[in-house]
């Protein structure tokens, strides 16, 4: 088992920033990747940024030069830094890790985390 646990949401302007942060715990040397995916009000969940164990990362089109993923291996935490936020980023953020376990695969989420912009 792998628990999620996010933090760093919040009301932000437009062109403001906030970062995210998902802290993991329990079976974390079965996680091989980690990201962040939103859920805007009536819209599917997608991701939004994705980084491997060995620090490969991948971006959306729309938040690309924008968001930035990094991770700290030493805390165990993968971190969402959003930049020049516009209201189309409002959504709820979700922290998600892959990990394999016993040969198989699951993928765990965090309890999410609401980003709000607006002026």
């Known amino acids: 088992q792998v628990q999620l646990v996010e933090s760093g949401g919040g009301l932000v302007q437009p062109g403001g920033s906030l970062r995210l942060s998902c802290a993991a715990s329990g079976n974390i040397f079965s996680i091989y990747g980690m990201g962040w995916y939103r859920q805007a009000f009536g819209k599917q969940r997608e991701l939004v940024a994705h980084?491997?164990?060995?620090?490969?990362?991948n971006y959306a089109d729309s938040v690309k030069g924008r968001f930035t993923i990094s991770r700290d291996n030493a805390k165990n935490t993968v971190y969402l830094q959003l930049n020049s936020l516009k209201p189309e980023d409002t959504a709820v953020y979700y922290c998600?890790?892959?990990?394999?376990?016993?040969?198989?695969?699951?993928?765990?989420w965090g309890q999410g985390t609401q980003v709000t912009v607006s002026s």
């Open positions: 998600n890790a892959k990990a394999t376990i016993d040969k198989h695969e699951y993928d765990y």
């Open positions: 980084i491997t164990s060995g620090g490969s990362t």
